[in-house]
């Protein structure tokens, strides 16, 4: 069984940096793929980058990249989130999530639906 728990979050000032973890236990790394997401108040979730641990391959979403790195430095089933120069568009929930697909066919690596697991959240507020 797949589990994921995000964490890191919390508030900043605009400028400020959080970093994010997320653990995942259950997983097969040459299978699955993980990601982070983010969903702001009524708004739509948006994919922030994907990753494909067992190819060492990333995914961003072109509008954040620069600001925000994944990395896996310890371990495939760890993955963090450096977000830097944060702004107050950035505050939201951001989720960690793991899927199963190809990473090389089919659809948007970056695209919710194929993602099936999914953390609980951990909310990063920035302030101006």
């Known amino acids: 069984q797949v589990q994921l728990v995000d964490s890191g979050g919390g508030s900043v000032q605009a400028g400020g940096s959080l970093r994010l973890s997320c653990v995942a236990s259950?997983?097969?790394?040459?299978?699955?793929?993980l990601a982070w997401f983010r969903q702001a108040p009524g708004k739509e979730r948006e994919a922030v980058v994907a990753?494909?641990?067992?190819?060492?391959?990333?995914e961003y979403n072109a509008s954040l990249m620069g600001r925000f790195t994944v990395s896996q430095p310890d371990a495939k089933n760890r993955m963090y989130l450096q977000m830097n120069n944060l702004q107050p568009e950035d505050t939201a929930m951001y989720y960690c999530?793991?899927?199963?697909?190809?990473?090389?066919?089919?659809?948007?690596?970056?695209?919710?639906?194929?993602?099936?697991?999914w953390g609980r959240g951990t909310q990063v507020t920035v302030s101006s």
């Open positions: 999530a793991a899927g199963e697909f190809n990473w090389y066919v089919g659809g948007s690596r970056l695209d919710h639906r194929r993602y099936d697991h």
């Open positions: 259950g997983i097969h790394y040459n299978d699955d793929k």
């Open positions: 990753l494909y641990p067992y190819g060492d391959q990333t």
